[in-house]
């Protein structure tokens, strides 16, 4: 069944119903997926699980602010005192500023710093459900205001608003990270293939299934409550162009091999299919369904990009089982000019780097897997390092933005937490008590009156230090537990650093959750593919000390190196996600070419025809995702560079390390148990003869099949 369907793709008249079929599909897809950016949702709020305590003050709240409201602080300066000019041009931008759109309330403001050399105006947002995006329009039309004739006065606006603004503009350059990513691929199939026109087609391929999987997103997004944000569109971008292109280096690799043994290319590719399709389906199918176990995190951002990705994985799967294939037989044999593979040629692999790996792990296997599993374990000590409760707000960028430069003026000025205030919604019984409470809390430096209305009250406070940092949210936690003590007052506290609070502590629920349940599915779908129990386990656990390596030395890297204020609280999950789908997914390919080969060959032998066989192809694929990943670090975010680290450091790691000599010298070793209790395992095995008795050749180069 599975032989006859893959012959659908190489067909002398399905390969062109498939080409006409996608181009069909990419003509409403190239629609709709421009559309993908109308329904991001950018403010923190929509982040939030509906239950978190910050959520639901936001709510309450908004009796007693317009709407949702995004703080922006607007900061002037100059370094040998303000002038009654420079107070009179702050008073005229606030009337300005109340001319623009989105500007709610009355401006607090201007105020002069005690020691004369600053000015202080909050003026409130209304984001409108545009999040980010909107505040972003009225952070740009205040600066060209505070600019206009400031003889000298220094302008900047920081706060919520003023970051939501950098960061629209950091993730601008998502047009820039798919030209790098595509460019990355294309130099690395070039090296891979040294042929100039062959990289075309997957990147064609992963283009057309990135264009088709926004198009899905985007409807999910409308009309199913999906939830998508801008970091979900970058991260999308280059896993696509990553996994698709992962996915045609191993179709490519495969069909490259029966266009040798086939002197018709559709009965190649139909071969081609049918002996890679099983490996490419089941490393597919293992990303995909790891990043749906992401809809059990109560973070809305994480829940949104686990189905997100996940579409992304499986239109580029489908793109690569059928499009890819049918361009490849429509192209024929030229495509791979000069190198073209002639029927009856054989392909030399005596001298390949991957037998010759094969044959030194061979000979002293037990000691290379325990001395390469220690290796990975002292890395993986660094992940006591990592310190990954959150970026505090004046370290979310690589570069020094209009918010930080401003923050930093304020906080030599003014109070660290003026303008983004925490606050607390109580019975407005409660209020002068709620407003005593709060005042005798470590960290808060004043209390304004309560506003009642409604029966319940509203008082805002002023944190010493800077929102968003791990003193503040120190004193949140201090000021909620006080708060939550006052009898039937039912206060709740909410701001912004309560939001980072909650969502911090959101992610580390997240994690204990998320990380076993990804591991038991991992777990079956391997056994599922490869019928056992052993060989599964061994690949989890090479996967999990890869990680934990990957993230030991990235912590080291961002501790001592690239001098990195923290990380993300999510950070450790999404890079475990990542690395361990993807982990598995060389580990399979190479897995389940061993067991092919060990089907006539035996265990020991099947594994060193398995690594020369799958080495360079693997090898090429990691270089290709790595570099994909690597391309977020061309975005001035500090989050974007870390999870482009990580993954890419995790994936070479893996490909180099982890699946070419730890995998392999596990499967040397432990020989046919590593396929208990499938029939395999009953399978007679040959003896372990000395590494240099083998004789790859034939079996390589088709002679011995």
Not at 129 to 150: L, Y
Request: hydrophobic share 50%; with cysteine.
């Amino acid at each position: 069944m599975l032989r006859k369907l893959m012959t659908l793709p190489s067909g002398r008249i399905a390969k062109w119903a498939i080409l006409a079929c996608w181009l069909a599909l990419l003509i409403p897809a190239f629609l709709l997926a421009g559309k993908l950016g109308d329904v991001e949702k950018n403010d923190n709020s929509a982040w939030l699980p509906s239950n978190a305590e910050a959520t639901k003050v936001i709510e309450q709240a908004k009796k007693f602010q317009p709407a949702e409201t995004l703080p922006a602080i607007v900061i002037y300066d100059r370094p040998e005192g303000v002038t009654p000019a420079d107070m009179a041009k702050a008073q005229a931008d606030v009337e300005a500023f109340k001319g623009i759109d989105k500007v709610v309330g009355q401006p607090h403001g201007p105020v002069q710093a005690q020691d004369g050399r600053a000015i202080q105006t909050v003026v409130q947002i209304d984001d409108g459900n545009e999040g980010w995006d909107g505040a972003h329009a009225v952070v740009e039309a205040m600066t060209e205001i505070g600019e206009e004739n400031a003889d000298g006065l220094g302008f900047h606006v920081t706060g919520p608003a003023g970051y939501a603004s950098d960061s629209i503009t950091a993730f601008g350059g998502g047009g820039a990270l798919g030209m790098i990513t595509a460019l990355v691929v294309v130099v690395i199939l070039l090296f891979t293939y040294r042929s100039p026109l062959l990289p075309l087609l997957p990147l064609l391929t992963a283009g057309g299934a990135l264009v088709m999987a926004e198009a899905v997103i985007y409807l999910l997004a409308k009309n199913a409550g999906l939830t998508v944000n801008t970091q979900t569109s970058l991260i999308l971008t280059v896993l696509v162009f990553g996994a698709a292109t992962d996915y045609a280096l191993l179709l490519i690799s495969r069909y490259r091999e029966e266009l040798r043994r086939h002197e018709d290319r559709h009965e190649a590719m139909a071969e081609a299919l049918y002996r890679s399709s099983p490996a490419i389906i089941a490393s597919a199918a293992t990303v995909a369904v790891s990043l749906l176990v992401l809809l059990l995190a109560t973070l809305n951002s994480t829940k949104g990009l686990g189905p997100a990705c996940a579409v992304g994985i499986l239109v580029g799967l489908l793109a690569m089982v059928t499009l890819m294939p049918a361009l490849l037989v429509i192209c024929g044999r030229w495509i791979f000019w000069p190198a073209r593979p002639s029927y009856g040629s054989v392909a030399t692999a005596r001298d390949s780097i991957w037998t010759r790996i094969g044959t030194a792990v061979a000979r002293r296997p037990r000691i290379v897997w325990i001395g390469t599993a220690l290796a990975l374990a002292v890395m993986a000590i660094g992940v006591v390092g990592l310190k990954a409760d959150g970026i505090p707000s004046k370290g979310q960028f690589t570069n020094e933005s209009q918010a930080v430069v401003g923050e930093e003026i304020q906080a030599r000025h003014f109070p660290a937490g003026s303008g983004d205030p925490i606050y607390v919604v109580a019975k407005a019984a409660s209020a002068e008590q709620v407003r005593s409470v709060l005042s005798g809390v470590p960290g808060i430096a004043d209390v304004a009156p309560p506003m009642i209305k409604d029966g319940e009250a509203f008082v805002l406070g002023t944190l010493r230090d800077a929102p968003g940092s791990k003193a503040a949210m120190r004193t949140v936690e201090r000021a909620r537990t006080e708060v939550h003590r006052i009898e039937d007052a039912d206060a709740r506290l909410g701001g912004s650093t309560a939001i980072a609070l909650d969502t911090q502590q959101s992610a580390a629920r997240d994690a204990k959750v998320i990380i076993p349940v990804v591991l038991v599915v991992v777990f079956l779908i391997l056994a599922l593919l490869l019928r056992a129990i052993v060989a599964p386990l061994l690949l989890m656990a090479t996967v999990v000390l890869s990680f934990g390596a990957a993230l030991g030395v990235s912590a080291l890297m961002f501790n001592h190196v690239f001098d990195f204020a923290g990380a993300d609280s999510n950070f450790p999950l999404l890079v475990f996600v990542f690395l361990v789908a993807l982990g598995i997914d060389y580990n399979i390919f190479l897995v389940t070419r061993v067991r092919e080969e060990a089907l006539l060959h035996g265990t020991r032998r099947g594994a060193r025809i398995g690594l020369s066989a799958t080495g360079g192809v693997i090898t090429s694929a990691g270089l290709v995702l790595a570099g994909t990943f690597a391309a977020l670090g061309s975005l001035p975010l500090v989050f974007a560079a870390q999870l482009g680290f990580a993954v890419a450091f995790g994936v070479l790691l893996d490909t180099m390390i982890v699946r070419s000599v730890l995998v392999t010298a596990l499967t040397l070793d432990v020989g046919r148990w590593m396929w208990w209790p499938s029939r395999l395992f009953r399978q007679h095995d040959d003896p372990r003869p000395a590494a240099d008795e083998y004789d790859l050749e034939p079996v390589l180069t088709g002679t011995g099949r």
